[in-house]
């Protein structure tokens, strides 16, 4: 059998789309990123911070699939090749994932949805710095997601500022998983960042929406 180092990169993408799209698809029903043409927004996002928001989505997504990448490598060594047994530590180290419901439903609410967006990326910047300290190696691309993670939420939180939408005080970060073990740094990892990319995907998919003409 190939040890992990020699495994080709299209294999290694492969076991990676396979992990993070079975860890947020098992045991609960998908929410469809459904067509919102018909829908006009209920308020006036400016091109510009759509697209500025784009382009930071686009710089989180390539570089949380860098770490996502390295995280997976290890994977015959952690032995995190079984997504069903991720879905289940996951439960027992209590990894959070955010939701972006009211970004890709229907009936689009573009206030909630820039707060569920903003609350998310809070929330993710809380679980990569649960993440400090997994390895040398990872420690620098963490560093860049994290502050990248950070500079996305500032700047929604700037826009709902403009559109006097924002709330009063800023989220708190509640109660972030703690891990004992090297082993459970890894797999919070992988589920991390997997759970983080489905999240970048759909608030891609919202904001390229609106920036359509």
């Not at 069903?84 to 439960?91: K, P, R």
């Amino acid at each position: 059998m190939a040890q992990p180092s020699a495994q080709s990169p299209r294999r290694l993408m492969a076991l990676q789309l396979l992990l993070w799209h079975s860890i947020l698809w098992a045991g609960q029903e998908a929410a469809p990123l459904v067509s919102v043409t018909s829908l006009p927004p209920p308020l006036p996002l400016p091109r510009s911070f759509l697209l500025k928001s784009l382009e930071q989505v686009r710089k989180i997504q390539a570089g949380n699939s860098v770490l996502l990448e390295k995280l997976v490598s290890g994977c015959a060594t952690y032995k995190l090749c079984h997504p069903e047994e991720l879905v289940l530590l996951g439960h027992s180290l209590g990894i959070p994932q955010a939701s972006l419901s009211r970004c890709s439903s229907q009936v689009q609410q573009l206030t909630k949805c820039l707060s569920q967006l903003h609350r998310g990326l809070f929330l993710y910047q809380g679980l990569l710095q649960a993440l400090a300290g997994i390895s040398p190696e990872l420690a620098p691309t963490l560093d860049t997601l994290q502050l990248d993670v950070a500079n996305f939420a500032t700047t929604i939180w700037q826009q709902m500022e403009n559109l006097g939408v924002a709330p009063t005080a800023q989220p708190t970060q509640g109660t972030m998983p703690t891990f004992t073990s090297a082993f459970q740094r890894r797999a919070g990892g992988v589920l991390a960042t997997s759970h983080l990319q489905r999240f970048l995907e759909t608030a891609h998919c919202a904001l390229n929406h609106l920036v359509q003409p």
